[in-house]
Nanobody, 127 residues
Framework: QVQLVESGGGLVQAGDSLRLSCAAS?????????LAWFRQAPGKDREFVAA????????VYGESVKARFTISRDNAKNTAYLQMNSLKPEDTAVYYC???????????????????WGQGTQVTVSP
């Protein structure tokens, strides 16, 4: 089971950008896995943000982040990324990356679909 570690979170102002990284412990499982980012704000359910297929050729986004966030991956570096632009206070949450062999063209994932999760990284956006 691949181990995932997120980094890159922090405190920013509304309108700023951040890039999150998700580093995997080993290449074989990582490069054959679809990856997703979720986020969870205090008192709320974990929300799907974006997913990318194992090859990087397909992506899907949650409605609230479309046109602002970009998911990408570099299989040679065992790393996935989430570029977040035009951040809003409502983007404040703990962001998690997760791995799955499933692919949903609509992004209709359940947290139970993912077999590996990182520990999360906090993103705070001030007004």
């Amino acid at each position: 089971q691949v181990q995932l570690v997120e980094s890159g979170g922090g405190l920013v102002q509304a309108g700023d950008s951040l890039r999150l990284s998700c580093a995997a412990s080993e290449r074989t499982t990582f490069s054959s896995s679809n990856l997703a980012w979720f986020r969870q704000a205090p008192g709320k359910d974990r929300e799907f943000v974006a997913a990318i297929s194992w090859s990087g050729g397909n992506t899907v986004y949650g409605e609230s982040v479309k046109a602002r966030f970009t998911i990408s991956r570099d299989n040679a570096k065992n790393t996935a990324y989430l570029q977040m632009n035009s951040l809003k206070p409502e983007d404040t949450a703990v962001y998690y990356c997760a791995a799955t062999y499933l692919w949903s063209v609509s992004g209709s994932y359940d947290v139970a679909d993912f077999r590996s999760w990182g520990q999360g990284t906090q993103v705070t956006v001030s007004p």
